[in-house]
């Protein structure tokens, strides 16, 4: 069993940068990926970005490329997502994820709420 749990969620102007984290224990994550998605109110989950544990792939969605920046420290399992230059359309609630498949994970954390106005 894996637990999850995100922190760093926020209020925060257009154009700010916030950084969330994941918090990951039950497991060794060799061969995982740990994954961001986000659901904005009365739209479905959407993939962000996602990295193997390994540190040697990356994905991100179109819409944060540039923007965003996964990465991770595995001496303390914990993943992060830095996001720069927020525009109020990234206003969603954060879910880490983990599991074998980047964009169809087991996994899931219990959600960060991340605001940006405009």
């Known amino acids: 069993q894996v637990q999850l749990v995100e922190s760093g969620g926020g209020l925060v102007q257009a154009g700010d940068s916030l950084r969330l984290a994941c918090a990951a224990s039950?497991?060794?994550?060799?061969?995982?990926?740990m994954g961001w998605f986000r659901q904005a109110p009365a739209k479905e989950r959407e993939f962000v970005a996602a990295i193997r544990w390994s540190g040697d792939i990356t994905y991100y969605a179109d819409s944060v490329k540039g923007r965003f920046t996964i990465s991770r420290d595995s001496a303390k399992n914990t993943g992060y997502l830095q996001m720069n230059s927020l525009k109020p359309e990234d206003t969603a609630v954060y879910y880490c994820s983990a599991g074998v498949f980047a964009r169809t994970p087991k996994y899931w954390g219990q959600g960060t709420q991340v605001t940006v106005s405009s």
């Open positions: 039950g497991r060794t994550f060799t061969n995982y990926f």
